[in-house]
């Protein structure tokens, strides 16, 4: 995998950040994120699902907006005809579609802490309750009018894919809200 520089670098300082010595949030950079999607042919869906799950050897091929993680797969259906897959590498065939290496476009963020979904909220126009944004479920949205994408892992355990070019506006913004709840920077 091709190493690549962080566009966080001069930005990102580990350390615990906290007036009263209480870290409720957690911040981590995925670095050398590896982000392939695979888009099909709208007459292609029903093949496509079952090229994925034989491929990468599950029982179902994510629906819209959800996604599916274990210890190899990480693959989320982000649009009807879209996935996201962060683990393993899975090249669709042409006559069912289109490969997109997204590896370079994008700085993803973990967030997890008592208090992630409290901040998130602050910023996401999205319901991000337990009984309505459940486990490995996803969203488009955007921060400050800059469109990411939320994954949703479990109980406050988020990962934001910000495009590159807007990560460092994003990553002050984030830092800069969770002064009020207690948070830390984990080492990458």
């Known amino acids: 995998m091709v190493s690549r520089d962080s566009s966080l670098d001069t930005f990102y300082k580990p350390g615990i950040f ?13 670095t050398n994120l590896n982000l392939k999607q695979i ?3 709208p007459d292609t869906l029903t093949e496509t699902k079952e090229f994925i799950k034989k491929n990468l050897n599950i ?23 879209k996935w996201w897959i962060l683990k393993n590498v899975l090249k669709l065939p042409s006559e069912l579609g289109t490969n997109l290496d997204l590896s370079h476009a994008f700085t993803s963020i973990n967030i997890k802490g008592e208090n992630a979904s409290l901040l998130l909220n602050r910023f996401l126009p999205l319901d991000l309750r337990e009984t309505v944004f459940e486990d490995n479920s996803s969203a488009s949205s955007a921060i400050h009018h800059v469109s990411i994408k939320l994954l949703k892992f479990s109980k406050n355990n988020y990962q934001i894919f910000i495009p590159r070019g807007f990560a460092i506006s994003t990553w002050e913004i984030l830092l800069e809200s969770s002064k009020q709840f207690g948070y830390e920077v984990l080492e990458r």
Request: aromatic letters at 12%.
């Open 18 to 30: 906290s007036t009263n010595d209480k870290v409720t949030i957690k911040f981590k950079e995925e």
């Open 39 to 41: 888009v099909c042919w």
């Open 59 to 81: 029982s179902e091929a994510p629906n819209f907006n959800k996604g599916f993680v274990n210890d190899k797969n990480s693959i989320w259906r982000i649009e009807p005809l």
